[in-house]
């Protein structure tokens, strides 16, 4: 059974830095691309970023890009999106996704962990 578990979230003040982590499990890690969404209050969802199956290509939101940077290793099957000079509109749920390319409804989700930046 696939599993993809978040952790790292947490209260951080403006332009602080957070690196979220995703364990991943049950489904052959690199054959799938890793995506970050994030859910904010009162807004739709987005995606935050995308990682392809073996790192190939990585691509970044325009409100992220210089800022948060996506990674995985295949040796632990591990995700990460680090964050940093966060700000407020940062805030929200932020999901661990899987599937087979970078595509907008993946197959797999996590939990989620909550990111909130606030003074």
């Known amino acids: 059974q696939a599993q993809l578990v978040e952790s790292g979230g947490g209260l951080v003040p403006p332009g602080g830095s957070l690196r979220l982590s995703c364990a991943a499990s049950g489904f052959p890690f690199d054959n799938y691309a890793i995506a970050w969404f994030r859910q904010a209050p009162g807004k739709e969802r987005e995606e935050v970023s995308c990682i392809t199956h073996r790192g190939g290509s990585t691509h970044y939101a325009d409100s992220v890009k210089g800022r948060f940077t996506i990674s995985r290793d295949s040796a632990t099957k591990m995700a990460y999106l680090q964050m940093n000079i966060l700000n407020p509109e940062d805030t929200g749920i932020y999901y661990c996704?899987?599937?087979?390319?970078?595509?907008?409804?993946?197959?797999?989700w996590g939990p989620g962990t909550q990111v909130t930046v606030s003074s």
């Open positions: 996704t899987a599937d087979h390319t970078c595509r907008e409804n993946p197959r797999y």
